[in-house]
């Protein structure tokens, strides 16, 4: 199993600003992801974090907007950046162990963009 | 495109009673079927997935679900609720285990 810590666990930004999330694991994983939770919406996959390199993303989401940073096998940041009222959501890391292992949450971040 | 209908945004059950949560999905192929549970202030939490075999999987937290291909329906079950089900319910589908659409949520309230 996996533990994720993610923070920070909510937050309130002034527009055009950047926020970085920190998604920490307890132990080595090989796939870590990032999703967003829109209000009363269901989660989306905003990219999936690769160690040593860039990271994938979905579409609609851009590497200028997200961008991701995964350095080791049991970190990753997601920087929301520019933000806008839009941005408003929560952000989740999640972690997976190995192929076809299940997939962890964080916490999740409540991000609110004034 | 794939597609995954929760029906229910609301369900309320009394503690004990039976709670039965809806999943519908449209997609190419049979796809990996998963519910999640998140509760207030937690992350989401695997209940249960199904890959392929027995169609009647069984999860923790005494939840089963039942994958119906000719329905394309993945419901989720329980027979006898505990307060501490309040949460809110997320069906999932995907091609593999990352890659998820997800079902909009169906919020379970438990009444004494």
């Known amino acids: 199993s996996a533990v994720i810590s993610q923070k920070p666990s909510r937050d309130i930004c002034q527009r055009g600003t950047s926020l970085t999330i920190q998604c920490q694991v307890d132990?080595?994983?090989?796939?870590m992801f990032w999703y967003r939770q829109q209000p009363g919406q269901s989660l989306t996959l905003i990219a999936t974090a690769n160690q040593g390199s860039e990271a994938t993303y979905e579409s609609g989401f851009v590497i200028d907007k997200f961008p991701i940073s995964r350095p080791n096998l049991t970190f990753s940041t997601l920087t929301v950046s520019n933000m806008s009222p839009e941005d408003s959501s929560i952000y989740l890391c999640s972690a997976q162990t190995g192929i076809n292992e299940k997939l962890f949450f964080g916490s999740g971040t409540q991000l609110s963009v004034l | 495109a794939q597609s995954v209908t929760q029906p229910d945004i609301h369900i309320t059950v009394s503690e004990g009673a039976s709670l039965e949560l809806r999943c519908n999905y449209s997609y190419g192929a049979t796809p990996y079927l998963f519910w999640y549970v998140q509760s207030p202030g937690q992350g989401l939490q695997l209940l249960l997935k199904?890959?392929?075999?027995?169609?009647l999987v069984q999860g923790i937290k005494g939840f089963e679900a039942e994958f119906k291909r000719s329905q394309s329906s993945f419901n989720l079950r329980k027979p006898s609720v505990h307060w501490s089900d309040a949460a809110e319910y997320f069906c999932a589908v995907g091609l593999n285990d990352y890659k998820l659409s997800f079902g909009a949520g169906t919020t379970v309230t438990v009444r004494a």
């Open positions: 132990s080595q994983v090989t796939m």
């Open positions: 199904y890959f392929s075999g027995d169609t």
